[in-house]
């Protein structure tokens, strides 16, 4: 089992480069052979690590810890962060799959980028050296903009990884200061040690600066608000294929990050206060939830439209992770696999739009789609599964979330949570209800904002046909299918919970790690099953989701409150605007984590 | 946002960021008293337990061998990526062109002197390149400085004016190849390691005598295929870009 | 004092690195600002390291229980160079890109898309 744990990562990284330097002479189908084959066994690697639970501890290069001091760099596998690694796997199938039929100029380039891709997110979510996250990190991202500007022909995709390029580097460099920050303190980087050693000091300016940095570097990956400006821009124009990567698991391992580096590193030394950093990130998640679900519900580009619904839905994960309990820990674990699964969907939907329609744009798609029942209904269900319609893993994980809410004291989230699952539900509901039946006003597509639409729109593959190919359909299919199963199988909750209570034990982990104690996993009694009150919270928002999609059907299009427009304004897609909102918003939780916190 | 509203929010937040930061650090212990017990291990066991003389070398590739694993990838992807962003776009071509300056290209001449030296330097600096990488584990150097060193001479060939005669030597295929090869070298050194121990990039291979140039065990193979593989994502870089300057031209002309 | 001066000066570094990003109107400043708030992490990260009055890591011909200065640090710094250094190639071409499709370099004028 342990052998496993490094070939998570070096089998996609030999596997891409094999097929970079085979790129001359391969053919498409050994290229596309190839990288199934090294998904797939990461993947199956990954499950069978998830499967075995516990915490596994893998040092590299066999320098194990001397007196408790880490010398080298070690792989701390637990159950949480496998199951993202097998997720993110799954989905990097997915998009392979995906890609053989929906990118015409592919190459083995793409295929290696989207593998040398796998491999850092399964090594940014099994390693426990901080330094070694931001390498991960790095390679993450430097893969991301390469996949991102695959269609560097077009005007919208040069600007959009741009814009993403200058915003994530200068997050990590907000990471790599906050290292070295800890490192000066602590003189460690692994984190297990860097949290026994800040242990032994009361919290000073030192530990506030350095979470700061850390929470708003990978923030910015995450795309919290004030830090999310890139990710619309990055996400609408992105490969499809690439899209249903990035929505569905490169954004939410920002949030892990900062999850497993608070209880690893600073639950120790600032437990005593976590009332407060409780309410600052309940807060920054109620903010990032909420203004990019309006601005979702106001967009017509139906892939626009999805990236601020992922926005959208890293505040609610980032409302669950910020209750700071076992309970909500777990609870956002599922739903944000199912949630994942669901915008992976979708994205696929719209790719089939583009493939069979020329189109991404829901006004200029009016009434196009109705020969497509089969896509109409994956819209149809995508919408209300992100409604988190029962039984869905949506809304299992979303009661469990509302349930530890209201043990923290903070029911009112439930509201937030209504709220955004309804706007960003009933845009989907509302764009299909307009490309599959033709309801609601015509319009044009508009001008003032996003000039080369048609460029931009232009279809990845070179031959639309007249009939959906089933290598794109089943994909969406089987990732509908998947959401709902995670809501049924039985028993899935309450292994979440015993995960989650493993994943918080900052002292147990630390034992782990540097001692070599066996790890135990926490008995905890199971979570109650949903209530009747989490039903109708789910049924609220499904019915929401129906009366805003009727409602902006019904009226002309185009018509916005002067406070939406205000808040489009801001999304100008310069550069230069979303790095003042950085700094600013790293003076804004600096200031409020070193004002509640000292 | 108009210029003027940035700066009004940009002047405060600076402001704050810099007084955040400064702050912060006064937590640090002052420069020049560090205390780090994870260093002062490394730094007294690495000759004794892995015979090679340099500590950096040796966390680099030993003690943090991971993390460069991770690195040397990241120069990789990002190899793979200028290929995939400087490629031909449909409405552009490849100019076929005799002399070393591209149709429409107002470049300067190059002067002889400028010429003479450049070629001259080429055979030391492949030389120079090839000396770091191999002492990188006994003196301060390595693979990715030699590597870099490795590079530059390419650049100086572009300075002495032959550039599309190296052009016709160094097809891109090749470059693309070679790095390949350096960076599934380490990968398949540490999975070596992982057959041969057990463990993933442990050092498996007879340590030698410290200040040797075998000395360190994998650490010197390590080494070379880093230094292979920077050499040619760094050749690869340089290569793109020139070509995107003085081959590639736009289909309506110029 | 000394010894804050080159935390102080990463400060400094930073701040202006990211004020000549969000006020630049050319996107290879914009690059070369970027570099600039890059070096700031160098200097951190050798200033966290050092040590008054000790030798270089290597012990080619010095004794084997001499005081040195931190090699992790020199190893994360080295690690970091060539990660920023790869960041900077990759948007210097999408700048070369934006020049030819956009005809311009400033940043504020890519106009292809906004909310």
């Known amino acids: 089992m342990n052998t496993l744990v490094p070939l998570t990562v070096a089998v996609p990284l030999i596997a891409a480069t094999v097929l970079a330097a085979s790129a001359p002479f391969a053919s498409r189908r050994f290229a596309d052979g190839v990288s199934l084959a090294a998904a797939g066994s990461v993947c199956a690697m990954s499950g069978l690590l998830l499967a075995h639970g516990g915490d596994l501890v893998y040092w590299f290069g066999g320098w194990h810890p001397r007196h408790g001091l880490a010398l080298g760099i070690a792989f701390t596998v637990a159950p949480l962060g496998a199951g993202l690694a097998t997720f993110a796997s799954a989905m990097v199938v997915i998009a392979l799959l995906f890609s053989q039929r929906s990118l015409a100029e592919i190459n083995n380039v793409f295929h290696a980028l989207l593998l040398v891709f796998l491999a850092a997110m399964v090594g940014f979510s099994l390693s426990g050296d901080i330094f070694n996250m931001f390498v991960f990190f790095e390679l993450m991202s430097v893969a991301a903009y390469a996949l991102t500007g695959y269609r560097i022909d077009q005007r919208a995709p040069l600007e959009g990884t741009l814009n993403f390029a200058i915003t994530n580097s200068i997050g990590a460099l907000l990471v790599l200061t906050g290292i070295s920050l800890l490192y000066g303190r602590t003189g460690a980087l692994n984190l297990a040690q860097i949290g026994q050693a800040l242990g032994t000091r009361p919290a000073d300016a030192l530990v506030v600066i350095s979470l700061t940095l850390l929470v708003a570097g990978f923030f910015v990956k995450a795309a919290v608000v004030p830090f999310h400006f890139w990710l619309p821009d990055a996400y609408s124009v992105a490969p499809t294929p690439v899209c249903v990567v990035l929505s569905a698991v490169m954004s939410e391992l920002g949030l892990y990050a900062v999850a497993r580096i608070w209880w690893a590193c600073f639950a120790g030394v600032l437990g005593g206060d976590r009332g407060a950093v409780e309410a600052i990130l309940v807060g920054a998640g109620t903010v990032t939830a909420l203004g990019p679900a309006v601005l979702c519900f106001a967009q017509t580009h139906l ?92 809304f299992l994980g979303k009661s469990m979330i509302e349930d530890a809410a209201v043990k923290a004291g ?63 359909f089943v994909p969406a299919a089987v990732l509908l299918a998947a959401s709902l199963a995670l809501g049924l199988v039985p028993g899935l909750d309450h ?71 205000r808040l489009r304004m801001l999304h100008s897609g310069r550069v230069g605007d979303y790095v003042a909102w950085l700094t600013l918003g790293v003076v804004a939780f600096g200031g409020l984590f070193a004002v509640t916190l000292l | 946002m108009s210029r003027r509203a940035r700066l009004w929010l940009l002047a405060p937040a600076l402001a704050g960021f810099l007084g955040l930061l400064v702050w912060g650090m006064t937590g640090l212990p002052g420069s020049g008293d560090h205390q780090g017990a994870v260093a002062a291990t490394i730094a007294r066991t690495a000759v004794p337990e892995r015979h090679a003389t340099n500590v950096v070398t040796t966390v680099t590739l030993d003690y943090r061998g991971f993390d460069t694993l991770g690195e040397e990838m990241i120069l990789f992807s990002a190899a793979l990526g200028l290929v995939v962003l400087l490629r031909e776009q449909r409405g552009e071509r490849k100019e076929e062109v005799d002399d070393d300056r591209a149709a429409g290209r107002k470049a300067p001449g190059t002067s002889e002197g400028l010429r003479i030296f ?24 390595g693979g990715f400085q030699g590597g870099v060193i490795l590079a530059t001479s390419l650049l100086l060939v572009y300075l002495s004016g032959k550039y599309l005669a190296l052009r016709e030597l160094t097809p891109i295929p090749a470059l693309e190849a070679g790095e390949a090869l350096g960076a599934v070298a380490f990968a398949l050194i540490g999975l070596g390691g992982l057959i041969a121990s057990g463990v993933y990039l442990h050092n498996f291979i007879p340590l030698g005598t410290p200040k040797t140039i075998l000395s360190g065990g994998t650490i010197p193979f390590l080494y070379l295929a880093i230094g292979l593989e920077v050499a040619g994502a760094f050749m690869l870089t340089f290569l793109e870009f020139l070509d995107q300057t003085l081959l590639v031209r736009s289909r309506s002309g110029g | 004092m000394s010894g804050f001066l080159p935390y102080a000066v990463a400060a400094w570094l930073f701040a202006a690195g990211i004020y000549g990003m969000a006020t630049s109107r050319d996107l290879i400043h ?38 040195v200065v931190d090699p992790v640090v020199q190893a994360l710094t080295l690690t970091d160079v060539v990660v920023e250094a790869v960041v900077v190639s990759l948007l210097l071409a999408l700048a070369m890109q934006a020049h030819k499709r956009f005809g311009t370099l400033d940043p504020d004028d890519l106009r292809a898309m906004s909310s």
């Not at chain 1, 892939?303 to 956002?332: C, E, H, N, Q, W």
């Not at chain 1, 669901?342 to 790719?351: C, D, E, R, S």
């Not at chain 2, 450049?118 to 150097?141: D, E, R």
Request: net charge neutral; glycine share 10%; aromatic share 8%.
């Open chain 1, 303 to 394: 892939k626009r439209m999805l990236a601020y619904a992922t926005v959208s839905y890293i505040g609610l994960f980032l409302i669950g992770f910020a209750l700071l309990t076992p309970d909500g820990l777990a609870g956002t674990a599922i739903y944000l696999v199912a949630d994942g699964c669901v915008k992976a969907a979708l994205f696929v939907g719209v790719g089939i739009l583009q493939h069979r329609l020329w189109s991404a744009d829901e006004l200029r798609l009016r009434g196009k789609g109705r020969a497509m029942p089969y896509t109409a209904a994956l819209f149809v269900v995508g919408a209300l599964a992100l409604a988190s319609l029962p039984p869905f893993g949506t």
């Open chain 1, 495 to 565: 292994a979440a919970q015993r995960a989650a209570a493993a994943f918080v034990d900052s002292a147990g982990y630390a034992a782990t790690v540097l001692h070599g104690a066996a790890s135990h996993t926490p008995q905890v009694a199971g979570p109650p099953p949903p209530t009747a009150l989490d039903y109708l919270y789910a049924l609220l928002s499904v019915l929401g989701a129906f009366t805003l999609a009727a409602v902006a059907l019904l009226r002309p299009v185009r018509v916005f409150a002067p406070a939406v427009m």
């Open chain 3, 30 to 67: 914009l690059v070369v600002c970027l570099t600039v708030a890059q070096s700031a992490t160098y200097v951190l990260l050798l200033g966290v390291g050092y040590l008054h009055g000790a030798a270089a890591p290597i012990f080619a011909d010095i004794g084997p229980n001499t005081r």
């Open chain 1, 410 to 472: 903070y029911g009112w989230v439930i509201a937030v949570f209504i709220l955004a699952s309804a706007l960003t539900g009933g845009a989907v509901l509302r764009a299909a209800g307009r490309v599959f039946l033709g309801l609601g006003g015509a319009g044009e597509p508009e001008p003032s904002f996003e000039i080369d639409r048609e460029e931009s729109d232009e279809p990845e593959t070179d031959d639309p046909r007249d009939r959906t190919p089933a290598m794109l």
């Open chain 2, 118 to 141: 450049s070629l001259a330097l080429v055979g030391p600096t492949v030389l120079l390149g090839l000396y770091i990488v191999a002492h990188g584990a006994l003196t301060p150097g």
